[in-house]
Antibody, heavy 119, light 108 residues
Framework: EVQLVESGGGLVQPGGSLTLSCLAS????????MTWFRQAPGKGLEWVAS????????YYVDSVRGRFSIYRDNAKNSLYLQIDSLRGEDTAVYYC????????????WGQGTRVTASS | EIVMTQSPATLSVSPGARATLSCRAS??????LAWYQQRPGQAPRLLIY???TRATDIPARFSGSGSGTDFTLTISSLQSEDFAVYYC??????????FGQGSKLEIK
């Protein structure tokens, strides 16, 4: 059974940093692209960042480029999102998701971890 | 960036009835369109991809159609668990992956 379990969310002051983690199981993690999404309170889904299966390519939404960093450790079946210079508008539930091998859709999602930027 | 627009924002339908949700792309996305369902407090779930292909374990009452810029998700004979928010997503041209703003399907 495919499982994705996020952790690392919490209440952080604006300007602060945190690292989100996503532990994968039930599939060969090292062969899949992985992605982070977020959903602000009462809002829709927003793509945040994606990383190639071997970590050699990364893509970011413009609003987070330079502040967020996506990376992975295939030996640990884990995906990460390093968040720096946190802003109020980053407040959201963050989901990790597996990208289907073909086509580029997202067939399994974690339950999410909540990040709140507030002083 | 391709902008996705969904309509209606909210649709009220009785259980057992049929629901039709729409999604429009700001430029052609060919058939590279997916639909997701999100129930309250839950993660999104992939329903449809390639505009009309049901994902694994998705019931046959869910169907998708369309190509180019106009797409439809139809749910025949609504069940209680189908009342949720539905999002369309284009994957024809990324980054960024873009979603519609969502359509809420509520019980009438």
């Amino acid at each position: 059974e495919v499982q994705l379990v996020e952790s690392g969310g919490g209440l952080v002051q604006p300007g602060g940093s945190l690292t989100l983690s996503c532990l994968a199981s039930g599939f060969t993690f090292k062969t899949y692209w992985m992605t982070w999404f977020r959903q602000a309170p009462g809002k829709g889904l927003e793509w945040v960042a994606s990383i190639k299966y071997d970590g050699s390519e990364e893509y970011y939404v413009d609003s987070v480029r330079g502040r967020f960093s996506i990376y992975r450790d295939n030996a640990k079946n884990s995906l990460y999102l390093q968040i720096d210079s946190l802003r109020g508008e980053d407040t959201a539930v963050y989901y990790c998701a597996r990208e289907k091998i073909a086509p580029t859709v997202f067939d399994f999602w974690g339950q999410g971890t909540r990040v709140t930027a507030s002083s | 960036e391709i902008v996705m627009t969904q309509s209606p924002a909210t649709l009220s339908v009785s259980p057992g009835a049929r629901a039709t949700l729409s999604c429009r792309a700001s430029q052609s996305v060919s058939s590279h369109l997916a639909w997701y369902q999100q129930r309250p407090g839950q993660a999104p779930r992939l329903l449809i991809y390639e505009a009309s292909t049901r994902a694994t374990d998705i019931p046959a009452r869910f169907s998708g159609s369309g190509s180019g810029t106009d797409f439809t998700l139809t749910i025949s004979s609504l069940q209680s668990e189908d009342f949720a928010v539905y999002y369309c997503q284009q994957y024809h041209h990324w980054p960024p992956h873009t979603f519609g703003q969502g359509s809420k399907l509520e019980i009438k």
